[in-house]
């Protein structure tokens, strides 16, 4: 994961003009990494408005097996993950 300060160092506005948040080059990367580049925007939205810690357990989830679609792995994982949270909190 690469920190705010080496993506503003590496932004160039010309070739980068969509993006000018870290959560938004977060979820390029998550399009890149789960091969679905075709629903960046879906990944974008889940990195402004999901935790972190839980995409990253989805990802390594996802980045562990050979799935042939892991977009479909990831949101599986992501929704079991959301799942087990909200239990937690209605079980205290």
Known sequence: MKSIKTILENFDPLEDKYI???FQSYGIYLAE???DYKHRGLYIKLAKTTHRSILEKALSYVSDSSA???GALFMWKL???KGQKSKGKSQK
């Open 20 to 22: 000018s948040r870290e």
């Open 33 to 35: 990494q789960l091969d």
């Open 68 to 70: 042939k679609n892991k």
């Open 79 to 81: 929704q079991e993950l």
